[in-house]
């Protein structure tokens, strides 16, 4: 099973994409030395060292994951981080929080309506949220182009019908906009952008290993079963696509559609 918990052993060398996508979010939210700050989806907590760097207040990182959690704690929880196995549905603060930093999970929470909530709940008034995540349904044309050839070829194409897509993806900025908005939110910004990188092909398959994969090849998101046959084929189909989209200096133009978004709670 490819879940988060398996893929925290790699995470933190394959994360290249979320780890520079996480830069515009330390500039939107401009953490100040006394801010208390929750890391939501924190994964293996090396984004959440960065945030302790900025604060000598609070920090927590929560996530579903016990993999990430159990990670995280390992290497961080004696720089005075507290890490906590809960999802941003299930997050019970009350006005705790100066800032909610989310990078990478959003598109994984399960009802993003009701996590919203309990992140304005979770802030104290002035408390600010911002989320990076992919965006739209073709959030990495990329990845949609090898899940392409998985979805027609002979040795994947009968497990693969029964995958069920868990992500949450919306088309517009102003559709995110209003999910925030809904919740009680004023929204300060709130852009898709579209993100382009140069990888080898090898790199662009550990970023795919690092998040998507977690989706593609995770039982709990098929109808079907799952074999170990099945997993490699697919592993071997992705990795042939990525490197069929190399341009001649064997690097893959990477894209990905990220929403970068910010919300404070005002009175
Ligand atoms: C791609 S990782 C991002 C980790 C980290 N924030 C980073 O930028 O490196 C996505 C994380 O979202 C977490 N996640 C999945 N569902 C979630 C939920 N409902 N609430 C909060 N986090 C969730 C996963 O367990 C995983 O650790």
Not at 52 to 75: N, Y
Not at 186 to 199: G, Q
């Amino acid at each position: 099973m490819s879940d988060f918990s398996e893929i925290s052993k790699q995470y933190e060398s394959n994360s290249v994409v979320q780890k520079s996508a996480s830069q515009i979010l330390f500039e939107l939210l401009d953490i100040q030395a006394k801010d208390d700050v929750l890391d939501l989806g924190c994964g293996t907590g090396h984004i959440t060292k960065e945030i302790k760097s900025k604060t000598d207040g609070k920090v927590v990182g929560v996530d579903p994951s016990e993999g990430m959690i159990k990670k995280a704690q390992e290497q961080f929880s004696n720089l005075g981080i507290t890490f906590r196995v809960c999802s941003a549905e299930q997050l019970d603060y009350k006005n705790e929080f100066d800032i909610i930093f989310c990078n990478s999970a959003f598109q994984w929470f399960v009802n993003p309506v009701k996590a919203i909530a309990a992140c304005y709940a979770s802030l104290k008034m002035n408390g600010k949220m911002a989320i990076q995540a992919p965006s739209k349904y073709n959030y990495c044309p990329n990845f949609l182009t090898a899940i392409k050839e998985v979805m027609q070829n002979k040795a994947t194409k009968d497990i693969f019908s029964g995958f069920n897509p868990p992500w949450f993806f919306r088309n517009t900025a102003e559709e995110y906009t209003e999910l925030f908005s809904g919740a009680g939110f004023r929204v300060k910004t709130s852009n898709i952008v579209e993100v382009n990188t140069y990888h080898s092909v090898e790199e662009t398959y550990r970023i795919f290993e690092s998040g998507a994969a977690a989706g593609y090849l995770n039982q709990a998101y098929y109808s079907t079963q799952l074999t170990q046959e099945y997993k490699d084929s697919f592993r071997n189909i992705v990795r042939n696509s990525f490197s069929n989209q190399a341009d001649e200096t064997k690097k893959v133009r990477l894209t990905f559609y990220r929403i970068y978004l910010l919300a404070k709670k005002e009175g």
